[in-house]
């Protein structure tokens, strides 16, 4: 499938709704990782799968049916990031990726949560550690 090639300008006035929705996403992550703590400690270890059971006590039927509610709006909340034209690197992180365009070369623009605008970017066989950043000069120069 071809990827939508952006450019910085399009990608940052992406960033205000991109960081609403990841925030959110990383609060549904910590409400989940903490059901599951809670399903764990009263299971003894975190089931396989979330179906009630007779035998459950009604915390256990609590915690599972909430974690059915809570799964799929976070699967949503990444399609959505993903719709927007994001390519999701770390859900735990809130680290995403777009395709840009630098010196005539496709690139990932790199944006993580808590970052205002993207600042950043890697070659496509790269990955976080390998970001450069985007100097005045490129800005004016090298993104379509």
Not at 27 to 55: C, D, F, H, K, M
């Amino acid at each position: 499938m071809e990827q939508h090639v952006f450019t910085l300008e399009a990608v940052n006035a992406l960033v205000p709704h991109l960081a609403e929705v990841v925030g959110k996403q990383l609060e549904l992550r910590r409400e989940i990782e903490e059901r599951l703590q809670e399903l764990a400690e009263e299971l003894g270890e975190v089931p396989s799968n979330l179906e009630t059971r007779l035998a459950d006590c009604p915390r256990v039927r609590m915690l599972k049916r909430e974690l059915l509610e809570l799964v799929p709006d976070y699967q949503r909340g990444w399609k959505e990031v993903e719709e927007l034209g994001a390519v999701v690197k770390d859900a735990r992180t809130g680290l995403c990726d777009f395709y840009g365009n630098i010196d005539g070369n496709l690139v990932w623009l790199c944006w993580q949560f808590g970052e205002s605008e993207i600042t950043h970017y890697h070659s496509l066989d790269e990955g976080f550690s390998a970001r450069k950043a985007i100097r005045d000069t490129i800005r004016k120069l090298s993104l379509n």
